[in-house]
């Protein structure tokens, strides 16, 4: 019964890193850019739905700020981050990036405090629901519930309507999508607005499922995040959502039975490192 | 010398041969390091860790750079594995696993380190000069590799792998080459470190450490000594000439890195370098 509950809890975080891969992914399939900083987008999504929330006593009300000001803030860091450093080698937008996550960190420090604030009213995450044998909180259960419509929902969006199939076709080949007509511009914004939005929703989550959002929340999530894109094969949707899950599951059963040699959070690119050297191409990657 | 001047001099000392060895890495050879500071750790808790059995300086310090050499060309390994981008995730990982292993080892102080490191022996202002000549040292080298047949191949694997490989030369054996160099430098970095502070605690060598190192790197002029040289110098001093810049060292250096890559990706190197007609 272990092996299960570790399992459904290792999937029930896989959900959550799902949530920051995608968004990580696309910005690598379309601009080449390691998005470091969507840590900084997700602590803010965080931070956005504790003070709402706080303030307004609504909790759907928070999540809905959460998500609208992180796409923006997507979209700002890519108008006035990333565009004007394009042309340079891969290196230079990843050490702006880097850059902008510090900022965003000592940002929240000087704006919220060094110490983590807490939901006034959360009882759900010690309140547990009993699905078939397996308890989960309802924070857990909405994780996973909020993940799966989300990235359905994305995944519809990309297969059958005109936009997402000129979004994939950007991300394919930009030369010829933009000669026949879409808009590689418009793309990439739409691509900041709803990765970003997706990565503020699994900030303000993860803050409900530990009640505390502290101002370097985002730093173990974010590395495991591009841990996870690399695993997939670096631009690959498709891997990265399997490489969300995979990743949960090897953690979740690392914590237990390498607790006296890893901590948590150096498991995942342990795992990575091991995959890497037996496959560099990732999981699902093409050589 | 004052106590608080040789206090200085160690971290400068110590900063700059931190800076200079990633730059053989980053800066000379083209590859990406986010985890350099997990080597300086690897040094210093080799150092440590023997000092404490009594062993004797300069034995500690040649352990302390083999150790993180050794660790370093198995990391080189990887990155002859890895395409260009997943090099930077893998050397961030590799940060993480060292910090992940340290933290839950007994033997090693796990979340409190290790302390009651033994003293070098020497006073605290000699100590600062050997750190100076240590320093100075890897100065020389790193520009003796510029101009050696060495650096001119590093050059060429930096600029474009393929074109290098294409005229007969062994890529592989030149990175693994930067990455061994230069992460030994950084175990040394570590040997010395310990020295001086007599204590280590597990969260001096964090991911924020190994951004520190490589913005000292970046707002040099990835591959420049002396734009390196320059800019460790500037940025350790930084915290020293106001309160508010210590307060907010980290926002002043995620500000720096933005700006330098926005309006001049040469770092201060390349500032200077436009200033002379070519």
Known sequence: ?287 | MSAYVASLVSVIGINMILALSLNIITGFCGQVSLGHAAFYGLGAYTAAYLAKLGVALPLTLLAAAVMAGAIGLVVGLTSLRVRHDFLAVTTMGIGFVFLGFVRKQKWLGGELGISGIPGSGLDPVTYALVIAVFAVAVIVFSLWIKKSWMGFTFDAVADDEEAARTVGVNVSAYKLTAFGIGTALAGLAGGLYIYFARIILPDTFDFVQSIAILTMVVIGGTGSVWGGVAATIALTLLPEVSRAAADYRLLIFGTMLILVMRFSPGGLAGLVRRQRPA
């Open chain 1, 1 to 287: 019964m272990l092996v299960v509950e570790l399992a459904i809890k290792g999937l029930v975080y896989g959900c959550m890193y799902a949530m920051m891969a995608v968004g990580l992914t696309l910005v690598y399939g379309l601009l080449r850019i390691l998005h470091i900083a969507h840590a900084g987008v997700f602590a803010l999504g965080a931070y956005m739905a504790v003070t709402v929330a706080n303030a307004t006593g609504q909790l759907a009300l928070g999540f809905l700020v959460a998500a609208v000001v992180s796409g923006l803030a997507g979209i700002a860091i890519y108008r006035l981050a990333y565009q004007p450093i394009l042309r340079h080698s891969a290196f230079v937008p990843m050490v702006v990036s880097i850059g902008l996550f510090i900022v965003m960190q000592e940002g929240f420090r000087m704006i919220f405090g060094a110490y983590g604030i807490a939901f006034d009213n959360n009882p759900w995450y010690v309140a547990n629901v009993s699905l078939a044998g397996i308890s989960l909180t309802y924070v857990e259960l909405a994780m996973v519930i909020v993940s799966v419509v989300l990235l359905v929902g994305f995944g519809l969006f990309s297969g059958l309507t005109r936009a997402g199939i000129g979004w994939r076709a950007t991300v394919t080949d930009p030369q010829m999508a933009t000669s026949f007509g879409v808009d590689p511009v418009r793309v990439r914004y739409v691509n900041f607005l709803f990765g970003s939005a997706l990565a503020g929703i699994a900030g303000g989550l993860v803050g409900l499922l530990n009640n505390y959002v502290e101002p370097t929340m985002g730093g173990a999530v974010s590395y495991k995040a591009l841990a996870i894109i690399v695993l997939g094969g670096l631009g690959s949707v498709r891997g990265t959502l399997i490489a969300s899950l995979v990743l949960g599951v090897v953690e979740s059963f690392g914590a237990i039975y390498l607790a006296d040699i890893f901590d948590r959070d150096a498991i995942g690119f342990l795992f990575l490192i091991v995959v890497l050297m037996v496959r560099p191409q990732g999981l699902l990657g093409r050589g």
